[in-house]
């Protein structure tokens, strides 16, 4: 079974501060991770993924995670926070036709 | 590219009606899912379809819903009757595989549905 834990419901921070969105997984086979987000009003938006290779992704928008298998981690990251970033993020794991999502994170960011 | 397309964005109905929620994948997309999100439980994949069959409905919370895909271009989430624990935001989304494993699934923008 694959699940995933979202720490911190609710993330504030200053425009221009490193914004960390923490993501933890469990799963029994080698996982596929993601990360989304959800803008108000709307659907949800693929930031990046980690399938194979690479164990940094880049993504959209300026966004990384990093996929840390010792730490079962996937946590999301970006240097410098803008307003434009508020929004709520979650984090996926499992194949593409069976997406198991956290709780989800709501970003605040302020002047 | 217009996007995955629900309609209706909103609805409100009252307890014990039928509701139905429409989809319109992005053309040339062959996988389909219906997902809920709800504050309590997050976001919970109810079904999906490949080639507009039913492949997983294990998510599916009640006989009461039900979930069709007639063509490649439509599907229909069905609640009957609804019930006030159904209020939640239904998000229908789709992903083509064109022979590549990892194609994204593309979200619509949600319909809010509130039973009173």
């Known amino acids: 079974a694959q699940s995933v834990t979202q720490l911190g419901s609710h993330v504030s921070v200053s425009e221009g501060a490193l914004v960390l969105l923490r993501c933890n997984y469990s799963s029994s086979v080698p996982p596929y991770l993601f990360w989304y987000v959800q803008y108000p009003n709307q659907g949800l938006q693929l930031l990046l993924k980690y399938t194979t290779g690479a164990t940094l992704v880049k993504g959209i928008n300026g966004f990384e995670a990093e996929f840390k298998k010792s730490e079962t981690s996937f946590h999301l990251t970006k240097p410098s926070a803008h307003m434009s970033d508020a929004a709520e993020y979650f984090c996926a794991v499992g194949p593409w036709n069976k997406l198991i999502f956290g709780a989800g994170t709501r970003l605040a960011v302020h002047p | ?116």
């Open chain 2, 1 to 116: 590219d217009a996007g995955v397309i629900q309609s209706p964005r909103h609805e409100v109905t009252e307890m014990g009606q039928e509701v139905t929620l429409r989809c319109k994948p992005i053309s040339g997309h062959d996988y389909l899912f219906w997902y809920r999100q709800t504050m309590m439980r997050g976001l919970e994949l109810l079904i999906y379809f490949n080639n507009n069959v039913p492949i997983d409905d294990s998510g599916m919370p009640e006989d009461r819903f039900s979930a069709k895909m007639p063509n490649a271009s439509f599907s229909t989430l069905k609640i009957q009757p609804s019930e006030p624990r159904d209020s939640a935001v239904y998000f229908c989304a789709s992903r083509a595989t064109r022979g590549a494993a990892d194609n994204e699934q593309f979200f619509g923008p949600g319909t809010r549905l509130t039973v009173l």
